[in-house]
């Protein structure tokens, strides 16, 4: 499927951090590694997000992603709910599980205004929605790409947390914008990635991601919620 005009200008608002979803508000960890000194420049945080975008739980959310579009395409609100419960029980800390939950449940919502008419309700889906679940089924009905779908998602993911490591490093804006541009390939060959990987082959390596992230709950300064 090709991406006309109008379906370029919803992914752009879809994907756009302006989104009123919370995404600003949660680091992922890195808020975590930037207190422990892991991550205090612009290498060490492009390092980060390089090993997340190679063997992360975000390769993992983006081809869950793309299931949940398959779904919403073949109106199969059974396997819908399947994949969701499945990603909820795979987040490996409460933090992380609060805030997919959290965002999916506002993208949701907001769809649900946007698009009185979907096919997809907020009430077909539950109040347990997860983000990468409620990011395919908006992708889907507005009957973007699937390939561009995925990269407007990752690129939405490196963008937060590049905006989250401007603040917190800090790094000055022009070095953020620097290294959104060095991820680029790495994004494109992600994208081709999880467009190719099988049900069976849908896992992680996100060891760091986790301890990061439960180590940020009992942390005693936080900028972030996650």
């Known amino acids: 499927m090709d991406i006309t005009n109008s379906h370029l200008l919803c992914l752009l608002q879809l994907a756009s951090p302006g989104l009123p979803v919370g995404a600003y508000s949660y680091s992922e960890g890195l808020e975590t590694l930037v207190e422990n000194n892991i991550i205090n420049h612009q290498e060490s945080l492009q390092h980060w997000l390089e090993a997340e975008l190679r063997y992360g739980a975000i390769r993992l959310e983006a081809a869950v992603m793309v299931r ?28 992380l599980r609060n805030s997919s939950l959290q965002m999916g449940r506002s993208l949701i919502q907001l769809f649900a205004k946007l698009e009185p008419q979907s096919k997809i309700t907020a009430d077909s889906v539950g109040n347990y929605c997860n983000y990468a679940i409620a990011f395919g089924i908006a992708a889907a009905d507005w009957d973007i790409n699937i390939q561009a779908a995925i990269l407007g998602y990752l690129h939405s993911w490196v963008s937060n947390l590049i905006t989250a490591g ?49 180590a940020h709950e009992t942390q005693y300064t936080r900028l972030f919620r996650s």
Not at 73 to 89: G, P, Q, T, V, Y
Not at 167 to 195: F, M, R, W
């Open 166 to 214: 401007v603040k917190l490093i800090p790094l000055g804006q022009t070095a953020g914008q620097l290294l959104l541009v060095k991820l680029q390939p790495l994004i494109n060959d992600a994208t081709a990635s999880i467009l190719a990987l099988e049900d069976d082959n849908l896992s992680c390596c996100s060891w760091g991601l986790s301890l990061a992230s439960m």
């Open 68 to 95: 949940a579009y398959n779904c919403v395409k073949m109106n199969d609100l059974e396997a819908l709910s399947r994949w969701n419960m499945w990603l909820s029980a795979v987040r490996e800390t409460e933090e």
